[in-house]
Nanobody, 121 residues
Framework: QVQLVESGGGLVQPGGSLRLSCAAS????????MGWYRQAPGKERELVAD???????NYADSLKGRFTISRDNGKNTVYLQMNSLQPEDTAVYYC???????????????WGQGTLVTVSS
């Protein structure tokens, strides 16, 4: 129904920036909320930020001001701009999408495969 392809992870030095992208594809779907979660080693997955189709955003309190989420509805793509990265931001970052899909317009939640962000000198 809906497939997600993430890109943009990698190794960055402390204080650096990265931009993650997640593109959704498929047939007969309409995306409501797109978001990013992350999971650090030994920790639970946590919300980073999400954004509605109308552009309303929601951020983890600890990340406000450093991370910015945006989306291009025409391209079914969500972005996460990450600035002033610190070692504690090291994690696998997962794209998450809530959509209606299929001939019955079923509610679906889809996860990307994850992209690793490593912040280290």
């Amino acid at each position: 129904q809906v497939q997600l392809v993430e890109s943009g992870g990698g190794l960055v030095q402390p204080g650096g920036s990265l931009r993650l992208s997640c593109a959704a594809s498929g047939s007969r779907f309409s995306i409501n909320v797109m978001g990013w979660y992350r999971q650090a080693p030994g920790k639970e997955r946590e919300l980073v930020a999400d954004i509605t189709s109308g552009g309303n955003t929601n951020y983890a309190d600890s990340l406000k001001g450093r991370f910015t989420i945006s989306r291009d509805n025409g391209k079914n793509t969500v972005y996460l701009q990450m600035n002033s990265l610190q070692p504690e931001d090291t994690a696998v970052y997962y794209c998450n999408v809530h959509a209606v899909a299929g001939i019955f317009f079923s509610n679906v939640e889809v996860w990307g495969q994850g992209t690793l962000v490593t912040v280290s000198s």
